[in-house]
């Protein structure tokens, strides 16, 4: 068991160098940008790419980004700790739900990278928010991970990962807005005809 987990991980470390970094992250951002116009955030999206408010569906709203656009970034830091953790695996009964926590500590974060860069975050903003997250955040990158390390289905994975981000980000926005609600205006005294 432990080294089919290894077996895997390294698979997935090798997936996630030739290709996801390469080829895919300009789907995962249009999937994302879409779940998040579908959802009703065109005026989030439209932060960072044209928009055609015209067109019948989500996909098809979607014009040429107006700035970077990245899903998640590649980061050396991470494949290199991916790479140093997976030994872990061979750790008898713990040794691969360590792996996963280890891994999706800092992989879970990434995940959102394009909503923090939608909403301007600083470095200083982006930390605080995550930090606050942090187990969430652990949770869907060990998720995300395990999926995954699925052989054949890894990259149908890769985009259900980045609709199910979208659709944490819909959950957050919603709670986020409605916190920044006017409050109504008080209403009038109520005042009995008869008292003088």
Not at 46 to 61: H, P, T
Not at 84 to 93: D, G, Q, R, S, T
Not at 120 to 136: G, N, V, Y
Request: aromatic share 12%; glycine share 6%; hydrophobic share 50%.
């Amino acid at each position: 068991m432990n080294a089919t987990f290894l077996v895997l991980g390294e698979g997935a470390a090798i997936t996630a160098l030739l290709f996801e970094a390469v080829f895919v992250d300009e789907t995962l951002v249009d999937v994302f940008d879409g779940v998040l116009v579908n959802e009703g955030f065109e005026d989030l999206v439209g932060r960072a790419r044209i928009l055609d408010r015209e067109a019948e569906n989500a996909v098809k709203k979607l014009g040429k980004p107006t700035e970077s656009a990245v899903y998640s970034p590649f980061s050396f830091r991470q494949i290199i700790e991916f790479i140093v953790f997976l030994p872990i695996n061979l750790i008898p009964v713990a040794g691969v739900p360590l792996f996963l926590v280890l891994t999706g500590y800092r992989a879970g974060p990434f995940h959102h990278w394009r909503y923090f860069k939608l909403l301007d975050f600083t470095k200083k903003e982006r930390e605080k928010f995550i930090q606050k997250r942090q187990m969430s955040y652990t949770g869907f990158g060990m998720v995300a991970l395990a999926l995954q390390l699925v052989p054949i289905l890894s990259m149908f994975f890769l985009l259900t990962t980045a609709a199910g981000s979208a659709l944490w980000v819909v959950r957050m926005e919603d709670a986020r807005r409605a916190a920044h609600i006017e409050p109504t205006p008080p209403q009038e005294p109520y005042h009995d005809d008869d008292t003088v």
